[in-house]
Nanobody, 123 residues
Framework: QVRLVESGGGLVQPGGSLRLSCAAS????????MGWYRQAPGKQREVVAR???????DYPDSVKGRFVISRDTARNTVYLQMNTLKPEDTAVYFC?????????????????WGQGTQVVVSS
């Protein structure tokens, strides 16, 4: 069965950095596109990064240039490096296995979720 376990969240000051990790199991990680999403209180869950099985990535404008998604196939792990964090980045961050294709097409959607990890950006 698919299992996604996030870690690495916490409290960080504005301008700081955090690296989130997502350990994946129960599916063929090497061919699966993956994504990071976040949900702030009172807001809808939104995508913050996607990565194809080949390592191509895309980001929304809100995090482009500050967040970097990567994957380590040997460890079945996907990472989200978050730099220059802002208070508006405060949210629960979720890892997702994406389904509906193998490349970063608009048709991809989350098929499985992790339990989430809280990120708080505050002074």
């Amino acid at each position: 069965q698919v299992r996604l376990v996030e870690s690495g969240g916490g409290l960080v000051q504005p301008g700081g950095s955090l690296r989130l990790s997502c350990a994946a199991s129960g599916f063929t990680f090497s061919t699966a596109p993956m994504g990071w999403y976040r949900q702030a209180p009172g807001k809808q869950r939104e995508v913050v990064a996607r990565i194809s099985f080949r390592g191509a990535a895309d980001y929304p404008d809100s995090v482009k240039g500050r967040f970097v998604i990567s994957r380590d196939t040997a460890r079945n792990t996907v990472y989200l490096q978050m730099n220059t964090l802002k208070p508006e980045d405060t949210a629960v961050y979720f890892c997702a296995r994406l389904i509906g294709g193998i490349n970063l097409s608009p048709s991809l959607s989350p098929g499985n979720w992790g339990q989430g990890t809280q990120v708080v950006v505050s002074s």
